[in-house]
């Protein structure tokens, strides 16, 4: 299987619903490193890298978020390097 790469931007009431918390959760489940951080403008941003299907699901599961998320947009770029990260972690 491919290994990528995905920068990806949630917008809509993205912070405060644990968010950040539940992408981890999720990206543990489905084998993907990375990490999420809120940004200051209320939106939540996340890189996640591993197998295409499995990054792809990922990204599935932010278009709608854990239940009090609102989700209005999922911005998503595939990006050409890899940093080979370990794990999946919350940043600051």
């Keep these: 299987m491919q290994k990528v790469r995905a920068h990806v931007i949630v917008k809509g009431r993205v912070q405060g ?9 999720e990206a ?3 084998g993907v490193n990375g990490w999420v ?3 200051p403008d209320g939106s939540v941003e996340a890189v996640f890298e591993g197998k295409r299907e499995a ?8 278009k709608k978020g854990p239940p ?3 989700v209005t947009e ?4 595939w990006e050409d390097r890899w940093e080979n ?3 999946f972690s919350i940043r600051r």
């Excluded at 990054?55 to 932010?62: A, G, K």
């Design 55 to 62: 990054v792809e699901r990922l990204i599935s599961w932010c």
């Design 68 to 70: 009090a998320a609102r």
């Design 28 to 30: 543990f489940a489905a």
């Design 85 to 87: 990260l370990g794990g």
């Design 37 to 39: 951080r809120n940004l």
């Design 74 to 77: 999922v911005t998503v770029n």
């Design 17 to 25: 619903v644990y968010f950040r918390d539940s992408t981890r959760e």
